[in-house]
């Protein structure tokens, strides 16, 4: 079946401006997650959904990041006001649940600059 | 504290040669612990897991409680085993499900 699919594969943007990346997890997997990679800092746990909610945002770097997921399908990563540090490839995952020690299936990622 | 250190950023070796690639973590608990590799342009995928036990592409990892370490081996390296690999612990408490992940070796190996 299809995987975790991402949108847009790459967008710049200017600082300042806000901008949306989408994930489509693997349908019927009802856990999904936010991590972002950035050059010398690996891979950082930003959010997950357990359906539609999210339990913990404690991941989120700042109150400029925000995220949801409607109909249990579907998430959206916001950053408002981008800094120059947002700058990341940014990795969506799903899971068939939330768990101690469920695969996790990535998706391509959506790699942010900006300007 | 949850972490994972994976102390090497690069490792080169000749095709053929062994090659292992460390991975030692922090935990409080039972740990589950994975590879994930991310081959060239493609998306991060899971290698393997400790609790199954399997080899993977001719990769195995054992899980060492009293080293706290799950390195990543390999008898007889190819060429397109070069990749970027990562060494992830998967978290609990309030953010259960989440992984942590080292900041990964990439692998080169050499014809």
């Known amino acids: 079946g299809a995987g975790v699919s991402q949108s847009p594969s790459n967008k710049v943007t200017e600082k300042g401006k806000d901008v949306e990346l989408r994930c489509d997890p693997i349908?019927?997997?009802?856990?999904l997650y936010w991590y972002r990679q950035s050059l010398g800092q690996g891979l950082e746990f930003l959010i997950y959904f357990q359906g539609n909610s999210a339990p913990d945002k404690s991941g989120l770097p700042s109150d400029r990041f925000s995220a949801e997921r409607t109909g249990g399908s579907v998430s959206t990563l916001t950053i408002q006001r981008t800094q120059q540090e947002d700058s990341a490839v940014y990795l969506c995952?799903?899971?068939?649940?939330?768990?101690?020690?469920?695969?996790?299936?990535f998706g391509p990622g959506t790699r942010l600059l900006v300007l | 504290a949850q972490r994972v250190t994976q102390p090497e950023k690069l490792l080169s070796v000749f095709k053929g040669a062994p090659v292992e690639l460390k991975c030692n973590y922090s935990?409080?608990?039972?740990?589950?612990l994975f590879w994930y590799v991310q081959y060239s342009r493609q998306r991060l995928q899971l290698l393997l897991r400790?609790?199954s036990r399997e080899s993977i592409k001719g990769f195995t990892a054992d899980l060492n409680k009293g080293e706290t370490s799950f390195h990543l081996k390999k008898p007889f390296a190819q060429e397109e085993d070069s990749a970027m690999y990562y060494c992830?612990?998967?978290?609990?408490?309030?953010?259960?499900?989440?992984?942590?992940f080292g900041k990964g070796t990439k692998l080169s190996v050499k014809p």
């Open positions: 992830a612990l998967s978290g609990l408490g309030g953010s259960q499900g989440n992984l942590i």
């Open positions: 935990y409080s608990g039972s740990p589950e």
């Open positions: 995952a799903s899971s068939r649940q939330v768990g101690h020690g469920e695969t996790q299936y």
């Open positions: 349908s019927g997997h009802t856990a």
């Open positions: 400790h609790i």
